[in-house]
C-alpha cells in the first residue's frame, strides 16, 4: 500500500521508515511532492493538527496520508512549548534555537523541577475518509545543557532517568522502542497490520493463516 508521510522533516521520515519497516508499505514523504503546499497548524491540540495535515495531504493527492504532531511539555513552564514545539523560537526557528530558548527559560530552575513530556499523537487518513489516531508519550526531565548527536528536535536536552542519557546520547534502537513517537506508533502499526490484511486477496489470507502445506482442511 502507498502512503505519504505528510512531513518534510527527515528526522521524522527517517525515525517513522525505521519503526514501521518490514510492513507492506511504500512510504513516500511531503519532500516526493513538491507541489503539496505548507499546511497552517492552528489547531489547539496535538491530535487536530495531526488530523489537519493527514486529511489535506490525502485529498489533495488522494492516497492515504498519515501525519505526526509531537512536542514537549515542561511542567515549570505551563506545559509550554506544547504545539508549539517545533517554532518556539519563531517562525522557521532550527533546532537548536528552540533549544536555546528553553534553556534559557529554566535557567534558575534546578534538574529536579525539569519535570517535562514528551508527547505524539499520530493521525492516519484514508482517500474514503476513514481515519484512525494513535498517541504515545515518554516522562523525563530538560537537562542543563545539550548532550549527544543523534535524533533531531528537543532530544538533546530530554533526559531519561531509567538510562541516564538524553534521547539523543540514545542508540536508536532504544529510543525507537521508548519514544513518544514510537510508542505511538507500535500501536498504530497494530491497526495497520489490520487494514494491510483487509487489502490482500483470499487467497494470501489463507497462506497468512496457514504457513505450511496443512490449510487446515
Same mark, same amino acid.
Do not use: W
Given at each position: ?9 527527515? %528526522? ?9 519497516? %518490514? ?20 489547531? $489547539? ?55 536555546? $530558548? ?41 537537562? !542543563? ?10 532530544? +538533546? ?14 542508540? +536508536? ?11 505511538? !506508533?507500535?500501536?498504530? $502499526? ?28
Amino acid at each position: 500500500m502507498k502512503i505519504v508521510l505528510a512531513t518534510r522533516n527527515m %528526522g521524522k521520515v527517517k525515525e517513522i521508515k525505521e519503526i514501521l519497516r %518490514g510492513m507492506d508499505l511504500d512510504m513516500l514523504s511531503l519532500n516526493d511532492f513538491p507541489e503539496v503546499p505548507s499546511i497552517i497548524e492552528d489547531g $489547539k491540540t496535538f491530535k487536530e493538527n495531526a488530523l489537519k495535515k493527514a486529511r489535506f495531504v490525502s485529498r489533495y493527492l488522494n492516497i492515504p496520508a498519515l501525519a505526526d504532531d509531537s512536542g514537549i511539555e515542561v511542567d515549570a513552564l505551563d506545559k509550554r512549548p506544547g504545539i508549539l514545539s517545533a517554532r518556539y523560537a519563531g517562525e522557521n526557528a532550527a533546532d537548536e534555537e528552540n533549544n536555546k $530558548k528553553l534553556l534559557l527559560e529554566l535557567k534558575d530552575i534546578p534538574l529536579e523541577k525539569r519535570y517535562a513530556h514528551y508527547k505524539c499523537v499520530i493521525a492516519i487518513v484514508f482517500p474514503s475518509g476513514e481515519k484512525e489516531t494513535v498517541d504515545g508519550s515518554c516522562n523525563g526531565f530538560i537537562a !542543563l545543557e545539550p548532550k549527544g548527536k543523534g535524533g533531531f528536535g528537543y532530544d +538533546p536536552l530530554f533526559y531519561v532517568p531509567e538510562y541516564g542519557k538524553t534521547m539523543a546520547e540514545l542508540p +536508536p534502537d532504544i529510543k525507537n522502542r521508548i519514544s513518544h513517537r514510537g510508542k505511538a !506508533l507500535a500501536k498504530l $502499526k497494530e491497526k495497520l497490520t489490520a487494514i494491510l490484511l483487509s487489502f490482500m486477496p483470499s487467497s494470501q489470507h489463507l497462506k497468512k493463516s496457514y504457513p505450511s502445506g496443512n490449510r487446515g482442511i
